[in-house]
């Protein structure tokens, strides 16, 4: 099938979520372009631009939510709705998840969903890359790294939120075959070439990136995203009647002893 009768395809991910390998693997696949004006197809990220000659953090405004600045995320909103080719064009997003999960609700085109470990990918924002962004989401939370990872937990929400196909990143740096079912899934019909990125310059930064894990650092982090998951726990039941409050523990109680039946 030609090209320019494919429909476009969306890749959205948290940051550093493998997402230019797998954006540069999905479009070779299909046989779509590049929106020229952008680097990896990242077309709502101005420091990506052809047009930005230095690469800075605060270069553009990222993580833009409706409830902070409205007036800013419809013209966000009204950007896409211009630039955006309905087909032959592959484009990618990680840094305005709110915007987007809102417009692909509407349009509801094909989309890849990169799900990362919310403490993988904070480890490589705080840690590797001095990226704080996400904290714009939480002003007043200290320390900084709690902040970055609230945002990043929001910002997983939003995604989790949108229709299409979801792969896991621990699959992708592994299995090549993953990508492959996801594209399959989203282009019925469609001839898809199968994808070709694991080599040894791959395998070897998986398994360094992979040893993050094992590191004090990293422990420190995952510390942060259990503090920040066990404030949104708690955030959510007061907003609840004392009768929900009680049936949501007597759910979890009964799925837990379900669970524990079936091990």
């Not at 320019?4 to 969306?10: A, G, V, W």
């Not at 420091?47 to 013209?75: C, Y």
């Not at 349009?107 to 990226?131: C, E, G, H, Q």
């Not at 002003?139 to 792969?167: C, F, M």
Request: proline share 4%.
């Amino acid at each position: 099938m030609r090209a320019e009768l494919i429909r476009s395809l969306f890749v959205v991910a948290l940051p550093t979520s493998l997402s230019s390998v797998v954006y540069k693997a999905a479009r070779n696949c299909l046989g779509l372009q590049t929106p020229s004006w952008t680097s990896d197809g990242e077309f709502l990220n101005a420091d990506r631009f052809v047009l930005i000659s230095e690469l800075s953090e605060d270069g553009s405004r990222k993580f833009i939510v409706e409830e902070q600045e409205r007036a800013l995320f419809n013209k966000i909103s009204e950007f896409l709705d211009q630039v955006v080719v309905s087909h032959g064009f592959a484009y990618k997003d990680v840094v305005q998840p709110f915007v987007m999960s809102q417009w692909i609700k509407k349009k509801l085109p094909p989309t890849l969903k990169i799900k990362r470990n919310v403490a993988d990918v904070a480890y490589s924002m705080i840690i590797k890359n001095k990226w704080h962004y996400p904290k714009r989401l939480f002003p007043k939370t200290e320390p900084v790294e709690l902040a970055v990872v609230k945002g990043l937990l929001r910002a997983q929400e939003a995604l989790d939120s949108i229709p299409g196909e979801e792969v896991d990143f621990d699959r992708l740096i592994a299995d090549e075959g993953s990508l492959y079912s996801a594209l399959t899934s989203l282009y019925g019909g469609v001839r898809i070439k199968e994808p070709k990125y694991i080599d040894y310059k791959f395998r070897a930064r998986r398994d360094e990136v992979m040893g993050r894990r094992r590191t004090q650092e990293y422990a420190s982090i995952l510390d942060y995203v259990n503090r920040a998951r066990e404030s949104t726990v708690w955030r959510g039941l007061e907003r609840r009647t004392p009768y929900e409050i009680l049936l949501a523990l007597r759910t979890a109680m009964n799925r837990a002893t379900w669970l524990g039946g079936r091990v």
